[in-house]
């Protein structure tokens, strides 16, 4: 009897196929932007947690009121289109409440739903946080 055959144990990827890929990142005025949101957030007791994560053509920033739990707010940075820079969207769990070409055209609404202290007034009732 044959033992059953191994799985390879590594993905051999050529070099110009991983440079073609489309890679997004935040930069450091744009972090500097969302961390300036999260530390008054989080001064206020409001967020807890936040995660940094990069997928194919997107870069995201997503922030949590309990770390166990799913994103209360999140920052998609898509990859260049037709303008140079990407495109914004801000999500509350899972609804878009904005989108923009700039960073600060979709946080102007979460800024001043923070300010005040109030939801953002585009999430359905039955998505916001009590």
């Given at each position: 009897m044959q033992p059953p055959p191994r799985p390879p144990m590594a993905t051999v990827t050529r070099l110009s196929d991983h440079r073609r890929q489309r890679r997004v990142f935040f930069s450091r005025a744009e972090l500097d932007q969302l961390l300036q949101?999260?530390?008054r957030q989080v001064?206020?007791?409001?967020?807890?947690?936040?995660?940094i994560d990069q997928r194919d053509g997107t870069a995201t920033f997503s922030v949590f009121r309990h770390s166990l739990e799913s994103p209360l707010f999140t920052v998609v940075k898509s990859a260049p289109g037709e303008s140079r820079h990407g495109t914004y969207a801000l999500l509350h769990r899972r609804v878009r409440l904005a989108a923009g070409s700039t960073?600060?055209?979709?946080?102007?609404?979460?800024?001043?739903?923070v300010r005040t202290g109030r939801r953002p007034v585009a999430a359905p009732a039955m998505l916001t946080p009590n």
């Amino acid at each position: 009897m044959q033992p059953p055959p191994r799985p390879p144990m590594a993905t051999v990827t050529r070099l110009s196929d991983h440079r073609r890929q489309r890679r997004v990142f935040f930069s450091r005025a744009e972090l500097d932007q969302l961390l300036q949101i999260y530390s008054r957030q989080v001064m206020r007791g409001v967020w807890r947690d936040y995660a940094i994560d990069q997928r194919d053509g997107t870069a995201t920033f997503s922030v949590f009121r309990h770390s166990l739990e799913s994103p209360l707010f999140t920052v998609v940075k898509s990859a260049p289109g037709e303008s140079r820079h990407g495109t914004y969207a801000l999500l509350h769990r899972r609804v878009r409440l904005a989108a923009g070409s700039t960073l600060p055209d979709v946080l102007v609404k979460l800024e001043r739903a923070v300010r005040t202290g109030r939801r953002p007034v585009a999430a359905p009732a039955m998505l916001t946080p009590n």
